[in-house]
């Protein structure tokens, strides 16, 4: 039955996630009597966020926290401050965490949480009073047991510091387990800056691997040059890859023969964005999508791989570092052009694999080495790729496919063997 409280556009996020779990259906057996469960969030909490600005007015802002399935554990998943957030968005960013999470087999449900705002609007003080308010507001919900907060778009470690102190003024005791992301001098992890782009490279490797592409003179571009998309292509680079394109907000650069990746590093370091750099052509930013490329990383926003432009990309490889960056028709087109999709569900779970490691030794006040971290995260990744790939090649169906059929198998099984209550 369709949920009352929610639009469900044919393109939106949540529609989009709807229809991902109807193609798994057919091979959860008996464990397909229980899939309603997914198709609704457990919890939905909105919540009034009325702050004193520095020009003395009140504003109010709208916040969320959704937890979509709490079957195998806490919730878990980021918090996102934008100004087109929506309860649906938040609703599907939710779900993706529950099937990330499974698809990895880390002991967690999915969550997620947002506000609707822009943070470049706020002074800094404005900004620690909205994120003061929203995590006291949504404080019935989460806590180190039931649910753990992280970054996700425009929220950093200095904005999960905030959470982290308010929470524990509230408690009346330090929780650093509350939130993960956090600075390393609160509990934060070693590793966790670079470890989605990590994962995202570390899968990308496995799966060129078994579709004989050689990452040593591969062609990669990369749409979104931040977080993700930087350190995947580092690794790239630091592999023998090529990186011939780069977009990110400010413009497009292009260049057949390796972009400088330390260049570009230091212009985005100088100047917020890669626009000024010199060492490529300056090309239109739909023109991105027409480069050849080996692998194509897109690694910024949601629904880019349109119908559209599925149809033209020429690669061997989408590797998706963003969260639902392809629309459900160009993941069919796509599929029907011969060209592999890395779904996002395992190809950028490396942030949260490590948030887990920061969440574990916050508890036992025992941190690793970055080493040791990797290693762990390398393990985690190569063992919850293989599992995927090999379902794959069982049912003959799409990763994206096969990762859901992992990861629901998994959320069903908990769901079945705990049974109803009352
Ligand atoms: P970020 O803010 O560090 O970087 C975002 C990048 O996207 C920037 O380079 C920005 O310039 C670029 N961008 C913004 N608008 C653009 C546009 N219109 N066209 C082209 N590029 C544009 O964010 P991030 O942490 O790297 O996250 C990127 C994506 O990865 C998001 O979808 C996020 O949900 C997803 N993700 C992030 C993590 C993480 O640990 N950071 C984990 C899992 C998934």
């Known amino acids: 039955m369709n949920l009352s409280f929610v639009n469900q556009a044919p393109d939106s996020p949540w529609a989009t996630y709807l229809s991902q779990v109807d193609r798994v259906l057919p091979y959860l057996g008996s464990l397909a009597r229980w899939s309603e469960t997914l198709k609704r969030p457990k919890r939905a909490l909105i919540v009034d966020i009325p702050i004193e600005l520095d020009n003395g007015t009140v504003s109010h802002f709208e916040g969320y926290r959704v937890q979509h399935n709490l079957s195998r554990g806490p919730g878990k998943g980021g918090v996102r401050f934008h100004p087109d957030v929506t309860l649906e968005e938040v609703m599907a960013l939710s779900a993706w965490m529950t099937v990330k999470c499974a698809a990895v087999n880390l002991p967690y449900g999915g969550a997620k949480g947002g506000v609707r705002v822009e943070p470049k609007s706020l002074s800094l003080k404005e900004l620690e ?10 404080g019935l919900i989460i806590g180190p047991h039931s649910d753990i907060p992280a970054p996700d ?38 590793g966790r800056v670079k470890a989605t782009g990590r994962g995202v490279f570390v899968v990308g490797r496995e799966t060129a691997r078994r579709m004989n592409v050689s990452i040593d003179g591969a062609r990669v571009a990369v749409q979104g040059f931040g977080n993700v998309g930087s350190s995947a292509a580092e690794l790239f680079v630091g592999s023998g ?81 963003a969260n639902g960056p ?18 996002d569900v395992i190809a950028n779970a490396g942030g949260v694999t490590v948030s887990y490691f920061e969440w574990v030794q916050d508890f036992s006040s025992f941190f690793w080495s970055e080493d040791e971290i990797n290693v762990r995260l390398d393990k985690i990744m190569v063992d919850a790729f293989k599992r995927i790939w090999e379902i794959g090649e069982q049912h003959g169906i799409p990763l994206r496919t096969a990762a859901f059929v992992v990861a629901c198998t998994r959320v069903l099984q908990a769901r079945e063997k705990r049974g109803l209550y009352p």
């Open 241 to 321: 890859a090529k990186l011939v394109a780069v977009q990110d907000h400010s413009g497009t650069v292009h260049n057949p023969n390796g972009l400088d990746l330390a260049g570009l590093l230091a212009e985005v370091a100088a100047h917020g964005g890669i626009g000024g750099f010199k060492g490529g052509d300056v090309i239109g930013n739909e023109d991105f999508w027409d480069v050849e490329t080996d692998i194509l990383i897109p690694a910024a926003l949601e629904s880019v791989i349109t119908r559209e432009r599925a149809r033209r990309i020429k690669t061997k490889m989408v590797l998706e570092g």
């Open 129 to 138: 009073k909205l994120t003061r308010r929203y995590t006291s507001e949504i």
């Open 153 to 190: 778009v425009n929220t950093n470690p200095q904005i999960m510091a905030w959470m982290m102190d308010t929470y524990s003024m509230n408690v009346g005791a330090t929780a650093t387990g509350v939130v993960t992301g956090k600075p390393i001098e609160l509990g934060g992890s070693l």
């Open 326 to 343: 392809t629309t459900p028709d160009g993941d069919l087109i796509l599929g029907e052009r011969g060209i592999m999709v890395v779904p």
